[in-house]
């Protein structure tokens, strides 16, 4: 099981944190990632890592802008999302797989969560 947390209506050029526990078989998990999804779009990859923390991607339009890290308990991640932007409104999901490497694809994960919603007002 996957919770997110930590969206919000914020403005633009603001900064959120976004938190990501997994519980359950958190031994069969290898990476964990963020992708997101706005209103009438696909949801699309954000930015991935193995939870050995050696592996880590991001999608081009936010590597500059965002920073994704595990926790101390190798079973929680975070998105440090900065800048804002309006067109990084979206609901932001916890996903997981139990083999690497990082997929961009929706479909390469088993697991996802509920979901968190950020909100930018320009």
Known sequence: QLQASGGGLVQAGDA?????AASGRTFSISVMA?????PGKEREFVSGI??????????DSVKDRFTISRGN??????????????ED?????????SRLPISKA?????????????TVSS
């Open 16 to 20: 959120l944190r976004l938190s990501c």
């Open 34 to 38: 963020w992708f997101r999804q706005a």
């Open 50 to 59: 193995s939870l050995s923390g050696i592996s880590i991607d991001y999608a």
């Open 73 to 86: 308990a190798k079973n929680t991640i975070y998105l440090q999302v900065n800048s804002l932007k309006p």
């Open 89 to 97: 409104t979206a609901v932001y999901y916890c996903a997981s797989r």
């Open 106 to 118: 929706p479909v390469g994960y088993a697991y996802w969560g509920r979901g968190t919603q950020v």
